[in-house]
Every structure is written in structure tokens, then in C-alpha cells.
């Protein structure tokens, strides 16, 4: 009887540790075990001929460098996808104005183009927003948050792209409407 006592607890142990094996995922690739560099000096490669880049012609090298990457800024108003003209908001209020318009220019848009305030109420929003990156001839949606005034009355606020270089390019985009208290 001691004998198994001593024996049951082992072999239990014995059978959990090959159980565990055995649900242990197998080794996707073997071991490749580390053999140093011999001293023995590389076989020498047979001789290769030498390749030469051929010669530019005439034709590969441009004629100006102003005509590389030049490209037209373009804007056009689709359709106002948020707050129609005259829409009529209460003092104070947030107005998140959406237009959808079009890169119609073969510039591509980039963080270093803007939407800039150009005329009528800034209405709580910065003089600058960011245009939003825009492939050319694509579809893109501008969006500013803007406030209501606290006065009762009619405001409209006007806004146009511009290049990095601040040139004011394509339609305008503008918002109307009528503060009631």
C-alpha cells in the first residue's frame, strides 16, 4: 500500500505532463542549430560581364522645368448637404454647414490648401478652415461648425478655397440664415 501511494501521485503527475504535450501545438518549422563561419575562403564566382546604363537620348531629358508638375486648382458647388438657404435657428445655436463640391481642377488637394472667409458674418468659425484632401475630379465634402448670432436677423457668411500660396480659386460657398428669437 505505500507503494502505491507513493506510485498514484507520480503517475498522475507523469500523465497531466504528457497530456499537455500532446495538446501543445507543433513547431512550424525546425530549429536549425548555429554553426559558425569556416575558415575556409569563399569559391570564387564566375566572371560576369559588366552591365553599362545605356546613354540618355534627346528625348528622355525635359526641354523645361516649368512644365513639370504644373497643374490647375478648380472648385465646384455640387449641392448643400446641410442647411438649406434661410434655414431659421434660435440665438446661439450650433450650425454644422456641409457642402458637397468637386476637385474639378487637376491639382490635388493637400493640407496646405484652405477654405478661407471672403465676405458676410464669420459667425463664430475661424477665418480659415482646412480644405479637406481631394484627389482632382472627385467629390469632396467641406464642413464648417459655425454659431448663430445672438440677435434676431438675416446673416450670411461667404467662403472660397485657396492654394497654399493663398490664391482664391473656384465657386464660392456660402450660408444664409435667419436668427429668430
Not at 534627346?58 to 438657404?85: H, I, K, Q, R, Y
Request: hydrophobic letters at 45%.
Amino acid at each position: 500500500m505505500t507503494f502505491r501511494r507513493f506510485l498514484r501521485p507520480r503517475l498522475i503527475l507523469l500523465f497531466i505532463f504528457f497530456l499537455a504535450q500532446a495538446c501543445s501545438p507543433a513547431a512550424t518549422a525546425p530549429i536549425t542549430p548555429f554553426r559558425p563561419p569556416s575558415a575556409a575562403p569563399p569559391t570564387p564566382l564566375p566572371p560576369t560581364a559588366t552591365l553599362i546604363p545605356p546613354a540618355p537620348t534627346a528625348s528622355a531629358v525635359p526641354t523645361s522645368t516649368a512644365e513639370v508638375g504644373v497643374c490647375e486648382n478648380g472648385l465646384t458647388f455640387l449641392d448643400d448637404l446641410t442647411v438649406e438657404d434661410n434655414s431659421v435657428f434660435s440665438p446661439n445655436e450650433f450650425i454644422d454647414k456641409r457642402w458637397l463640391v468637386r476637385n474639378s481642377g487637376t491639382c490635388n488637394w493637400d493640407s496646405s490648401y484652405k477654405l478661407k472667409w471672403v465676405g458676410g458674418d464669420l459667425l463664430g468659425a475661424a477665418e480659415e478652415q482646412p480644405l479637406y484632401p481631394a484627389k482632382a475630379d472627385v467629390q469632396a465634402t467641406l464642413q464648417i461648425i459655425f454659431s448663430a448670432p445672438a440677435e434676431a436677423g438675416t446673416y450670411q457668411s461667404v467662403w472660397q478655397a485657396a492654394d497654399a500660396d493663398g490664391v482664391p480659386f473656384g465657386d464660392k460657398v456660402y450660408m444664409e440664415i435667419i436668427v429668430e428669437e
